[in-house]
């Protein structure tokens, strides 16, 4: 007998052991298998008896498949929702609790902004007319939708296939509510596909007539003014619930088209408008014949406001900038002094739309923006794009585009303050970069050139090869660095082909940054609000007392080193139609991919502009560059704000224009190339307009008043008085 203990005996114990765990294993696998095939079998014997043959099939797999897309489009559409509704995050309901009245740097009141809650009418209480006249022009089914009117859309578009033009529109009440709400006018897919969104969350969570309440307090109305009752007190000195039905007709005419239907402005067009309104009545069954036959007899007249045009779109950004302020003050009733000078204002606003009426069809350009900044960082005029009754968008402020090789300042700029210099020599060659190869817009390459020469003839391998080989250890987050640090706001993209101008920015934080080389290297300070008070005339904020002084964000030496370069783009670059008479100009043009945008920002001692041309769309221009239309608008605009004014050195730059017998030259008006007039010069206004009077009143006195003679002869003439009235005089 074997002993149990034997240590020979204890591995052919474990052997057996584990063979009895492997077949334990492998049966146990086998049987599950097996059972889950019977199971398998049965179900599928069992879903047999359910299999469809014929047109059954068909539909079957027809709603199959469609199950699977409405998975896959229900899946889209949150991913398509959820930016949408990260616009209702926070206190949307607060977002224009304040109301501003604003004054220009003079003192002289420009416009009104926010809604003021104690004149919101409720709905009840509106005039049944009015909201009749409203809903039936805007929106019949308002009370019938949920947000989107399919069957109004598809009217729509059929009414715009028989008149072949858009001849009715398809947004509803709420659609347009939540773009005025939440998102901007920009003509974007994105726009609109939020809007939907945003449109259907309004109906969710708000009633019908708090909707209706909302739409009519905040809509464009024309003349500067928002909401129903203002525009009832600008246009007819009324309050709202007292207007009568032509009245009525008037204002509903105005929610789509305020800047082409404004009655001030074009009275016979408001008029007619207001008679498609009757009519829309008539056809909707809101209303009879017999009830607006008054109406069209006795069409309404309105208040005469003369010259009522408002800078809008500053206003606009001026607002916002109040509220980023003032959130930190008790009052929300406020008075506000800006920095926008009126008369610039008219001339930049004259020099875009002079220049797109005579060159817009020839370079295919609908629209442009521009921005105007005294050296030290008042802005001083604002253009967000032509035409603020047609389009509320801000260009200037808001629009993001490519800058082109506008952008270059700020790769230059390193380079300067990492010791080159504008005679440094720098290799134009064709440069690879990650597989990307960018090209200059010649075609070809010029060898070894100075960085002066580069900069001014727009080389674009220049800079790339600067970033890549020169400028050291991440370059492209170093200028996307130096761009913050010069007052751009906008988020820069990452990518390497930023050193030649490709992550969008603003046109107001190109002037921002542009201002900084007239400074000597100091921040430029940019602002809009130069006071703000209270009605009982306390003052809250002020910039020169409150905002921290400028930061150096640019060497002296490199901030010379590159007025020395920027100088030379007017005079022997790309910008020659820039170049303003008599005054040192400095700039840099920008020209984007397929000619989508074209850019000049430039500046003088005085002052710094950046200006934009292009479409709201994308859609290429003819060919049109930086050193056209908008090198063009530059210069007439510079000739307007330099004349009759002391003009101030360019850091580092010595003023080529030497002087002669009388002084230095000044700019004076002219004639621009294709020998249109430039403005006439216009003093600026330096008092408000109350003190002008008084002083123009004493004035005409003096001059009516008898000459007062020899002093002899007024005292022998004067008439004795009694002592005591003699006295009493001393």
Known sequence: ??????????????????????????????NAGFHVGEIWEEITIFFRRFRTRGVWKAVFEFAGEGMNAGTAGFVLLLALALPAFEETSGNWRARDDFAVTFLDRYGNEIGRRGVIHEDSVPVDQLPDHFVKAVLATEDRRFFEHFGIDFLGLVRAMTENVKANSVVQ??????????KNLFLTNERTI???????????WLEANLPKKEI?????????????TFGAAAAAQFYFSKDITEVSIAEAAMLAGLFKAPARYAPHINLPAARARA???????????????????GARRNPASVVDRGDTDAPDYFLDWAFEETKRIAARFDHQTLIVRTTIDIGMQNAAEAAVESIL????DRYRA??????LIENGGAVRAMVGGRDYGESQFNRASRALRQPGSSFKIYT???????????ETTIVDAPINWGGWRPGNYSGGYSGRVRMKTALAKSINTIPVRLAKEKLGKDAIGQIMEQAKKMGVETPIRRDVTIPIGTSEVTVLDQATAYAVFPTGGFESRRHGIAQILTYGGEVLYDFDRDAPPAKRVLSEQAATYMNQMLTRVPYVGTARRAAVEGVLTAGKTGTTQAYRDAWFCGYTGNFTAAVWYGNDDYTSSNRMTGGSLPAMTFKRLMDYVHQDIELRAVPGVENPFPESKNGPRIAQAQTDANGDALPAPVRPRTLNRDSTNVLRGLADAFERARPLGPPDRLASAQPSLPAAQTGANR
């Open 1 to 30: 007998m074997q002993d149990p203990f034997n240590q020979e005996n204890r591995p052919r114990k474990r052997s057996t052991i584990l063979l009895r765990i492997d077949s334990w294993i492998d049966s146990t696998i086998w």
């Open 169 to 178: 529109g398809g947004s509803t009440v709420t659609q347009q509510l939540a």
């Open 190 to 200: 994105e726009r609109k596909i939020k809007e939907a969104f945003l449109a259907f």
């Open 212 to 224: 209706l309440r909302l739409y009519l307090d905040r809509a464009y109305m024309g003349g500067g």
């Open 275 to 293: 008679n498609e309104v009757l009519s829309n009545l008539v056809q909707g069954n809101l209303m009879t014949e017999g009830q607006v036959v």
């Open 357 to 360: 009426r005579q060159f817009g």
């Open 366 to 371: 609908e629209q442009a923006a521009l921005a």
């Open 412 to 422: 230059y700029s390193l380079a300067m303050e990492q010791g080159m210099t504008p």
